[in-house]
């Protein structure tokens, strides 16, 4: 009976490690995913028509909290969610050494409607052909523009940059296309 209870007890330890081990493999994976987001993409994984959980996850700035209210209730259909509570937002990222913060605009319907990146003044500069091909872009004084097309289940959009030199991006937005800047509307 005792070669039992020590091989019990030392199968549950075994599990349990092996669990832990598990999780902690998932949460490296999620980091690595988000890390490749965000340094491979100067766009920072943001998309038009994500939801604000979504975009926060992909930032790495969703709290513990909300992920697991998020898991008990779903996003998907709204309870849990900021669906419904359309408008701006401000983010900041206290650690990024390329952005200091985003305004983010979220429509009725809870999906991101567009978004304006702020560079971090004296931090790792942001190169405009990191956004785009230069050549290609629309350019108005120190503002360039690039239409990127619908690709596959992904929609259309615009890149805004506002750039003074090649060497440093002050701002860039991501907007649906034919929309203006944001805070530069028609009045």
């Known amino acids: 009976m005792r070669v039992w209870s020590w091989a019990s007890r030392s199968l549950v330890v075994l599990l349990l490690i092996a669990a832990t081990a598990g999780a902690k493999e998932n949460d490296r994976e999620r980091e690595k995913e988000r890390e490749r987001a965000m340094t491979k993409s100067p766009l920072l994984g943001l ?13 790495g700035m969703l709290e513990e909290e909300e992920k697991e209210a998020l898991e008990h209730h779903g996003s998907d259909e709204g309870s849990g969610s900021h669906a419904g509570d359309a408008g701006e937002e401000v983010w900041m990222f206290p650690s990024d050494p390329r952005y200091a913060s985003a305004t983010v605009h ?15 003044a004296g931090g790792k500069a942001v190169r405009l052909r990191e956004l785009g091909d230069v050549k290609r872009a629309r ?11 619908p690709r596959g289940t992904r929609r259309g959009y615009r890149i805004v940059a506002r750039s003074q030199n090649p060497n440093g991006v002050q701002s860039w937005s991501i907007m649906p296309p034919g929309d203006d800047p944001p805070g ?3 009045r």
């Open 139 to 149: 350019r108005t004084g120190t503002v360039y523009v690039w239409s990127v097309p």
């Open 47 to 59: 998309e038009l028509g994500m939801t604000r959980e979504t975009a926060l996850d992909r930032l």
């Open 106 to 120: 979220f429509g009725h319907d809870g999906l991101l409607e567009w978004a304006t990146v702020f560079a971090r």
């Open 184 to 186: 530069r509307e028609k």
